[in-house]
Nanobody, 126 residues
């Protein structure tokens, strides 16, 4: 079983940057794809970004392309989401997720991910 713990959220101003971390334990995550999702108040959870097990393939939702960067350090069993040029509409609880990789493609559906963290709040003020 993989346990995931997010950190790095906070209150920032529009235009600022934040780096979220997702520390994994219980298993080595090199065979797991990792994803970041977010959920704003009153809205459904939405896909943000995903990265494959060895880190050479990534995918982003259009609204964060060129602003967010997903990465991972398998030696540290940790994933990251570097967020820059933050906007008020990025305000949400951000969740880290992991799934056993099928080595075929990255997935945007939350149903594809078996393991979830508890979430970290990101608030961007205008």
């Amino acid at each position: 079983q993989v346990q995931l713990v997010e950190s790095g959220g906070g209150l920032v101003q529009a235009g600022d940057s934040l780096r979220l971390s997702c520390a994994a334990s219980g298993r080595r995550i090199s065979n797991y794809d990792m994803g970041w999702f977010r959920q704003a108040p009153g809205k459904e959870r939405e896909f943000v970004a995903a990265i494959n097990g060895n880190g050479d393939s990534t995918y982003y939702t259009d609204s964060v392309k060129d602003r967010f960067t997903i990465s991972r350090d398998n030696a540290k069993n940790t994933g990251y989401l570097q967020m820059s040029s933050l906007k008020p509409e990025d305000t949400a609880v951000y969740y880290c997720a992991a799934r056993n990789s099928d080595y075929r493609m990255l997935y945007v559906s939350s149903r594809r991910y078996e393991h979830w963290g508890q979430g970290t709040q990101v608030t961007v003020s205008s």
